[in-house]
Nanobody, 123 residues
């Protein structure tokens, strides 16, 4: 079994910072990409930031220059530092990882999701 556990959400004032963490555990053989998505109330889920094992990092235009994604490969953990948060950044943030895992019989590669963590931006 594999598990992605996200943490770090909460209430923050506009302009404030917040850091999210997501740790992957289980029979993970190799991670190809990890990232964050968010879904605001009444809107579709969107990519926020994603980094790949070959060093490619992607950010949504709306967060460029304010959010930073980073990885601790030894801990299979991805972080997202969010600065200058705006009210429109309030959403449920979910981490996603693409990796190969051992099923007990064979290696399987796929996308896996952690539970969402709520980020509220309000004064």
């Amino acid at each position: 079994q594999v598990q992605l556990v996200a943490s770090g959400g909460g209430l923050v004032q506009p302009g404030g910072p917040l850091r999210l963490s997501c740790a992957a555990s289980g029979s993970i053989f190799s991670i190809y990409a990890m990232g964050w998505y968010r879904q605001a109330s009444g809107k579709q889920r969107e990519l926020v930031a994603r980094s790949t094992s070959d060093g490619v990092t992607t950010y949504a235009e709306s967060v460029k220059g304010r959010f930073t994604i980073s990885n601790d490969n030894a801990k299979n953990t991805v972080y997202q530092k969010m600065n200058s948060l705006k009210p429109e950044g309030a959403a449920v943030y979910s981490c996603n990882a693409n990796f190969r895992r051992w099923s007990g019989i064979k290696y399987i590669r796929g996308d896996y999701w952690g539970q969402g963590t709520q980020v509220t931006v309000s004064s």
